[in-house]
Nanobody, 119 residues
C-alpha cells in the first residue's frame, strides 16, 4: 500500500521560503513520476512541479525560477523548495505519485499540507 505524507507547510511572510517534504512508503520515489500540486480555495488543483522516475523536472510558469523539486530515492522522499513566496502561492499542497505500467495507471495522493503566505 502506497502512502504519501506531506510536511513543511505553514504560515510565511511574502518573500519568505518554505521547504515541503513528501515521505513515501513502498519504495516508489525512484519508480514513479512524482509531483507537487496545489489547490487554492475556489480553484482547481494545479501542477506546481514534477520529477519523473528518470529525473526530468517540470515547473508551472508561476513558480519557475523560484522553486526546486528534488527527490531522494534512497530515503523515498520528494521535496519542494519554494522561495520568494507570494500571497498567490497560498494553497493546500499535495504530493502525488503516478505510474503507468502494462496499461494500468497507479495514482496516489497525500493528505495535503497548508501553505499560507501573508503578512
Amino acid at each position: 500500500q502506497v502512502q504519501l505524507v506531506e510536511s513543511g507547510g505553514g504560515l510565511v511572510q511574502p518573500g519568505g521560503s518554505l521547504r515541503l517534504s513528501c515521505a513515501a512508503s513502498g519504495r516508489i520515489v525512484g519508480a514513479y513520476d512524482m509531483g507537487w500540486y496545489r489547490q487554492a480555495p475556489g480553484k482547481q488543483r494545479e501542477l506546481v512541479a514534477s520529477v519523473t522516475a528518470r529525473g526530468s523536472t517540470n515547473y508551472a510558469d508561476s513558480v519557475r525560477g523560484r522553486s526546486t523539486i528534488s527527490r531522494d530515492s534512497a530515503k523515498d522522499t520528494v521535496t519542494l523548495q519554494m522561495n520568494s513566496l507570494k500571497p498567490e502561492d497560498t494553497a493546500v499542497y499535495y504530493c502525488n505519485a503516478r505510474r503507468i505500467l502494462n496499461g494500468n495507471i497507479a495514482n496516489y495522493w497525500g493528505q495535503g499540507t497548508q501553505v499560507t503566505v501573508s503578512s
